[in-house]
């Protein structure tokens, strides 16, 4: 089992900026993504941005250029750096870690950032 919690959300106004941290501790494996979803009210959860072991990273188009995703392995940890943010980026956001060779993925418990205008 993976236990993930979440940390950093909260309000902020159009253009501010915000840190998501994610912490993961149970049975980690060597090789495992991690990332970022969210879900905004009446919307279905969507891919944010990932990061893999490797250090390459993936993005939604429309965070592109304002969002870095970093983690470090050692701690088993992931940040979303948040810059630049609009009202259309209020959400709950969820971390996330999937190990492709087990096709298993856990989810931590979200964490609401709300950017008013």
């Known amino acids: 089992q993976v236990q993930l919690v979440e940390s950093g959300g909260g309000l902020v106004q159009a253009g501010g900026s915000l840190r998501l941290s994610c912490a993961a501790s149970g049975s980690i494996l060597t090789s495992y993504i991690m990332g970022w979803y969210r879900q905004a009210p009446g919307k279905q959860r969507e891919f944010v941005a990932a990061i893999l072991t490797d250090g390459s990273t993936n993005y939604l188009d429309s965070v592109k250029g304002r969002f870095t995703i970093s983690r470090e392995n050692i701690k088993n940890t992931v940040s979303l750096q948040m810059n630049s943010l609009k009202p259309e980026d209020t959400a709950v956001y969820y971390c996330?870690?999937?190990?492709?060779?087990?096709?298993?993925?856990?989810w931590g418990q979200g964490t609401q950032v709300t950017v008013s205008s």
């Open positions: 996330h870690i999937h190990f492709p060779q087990y096709g298993s993925t856990y």
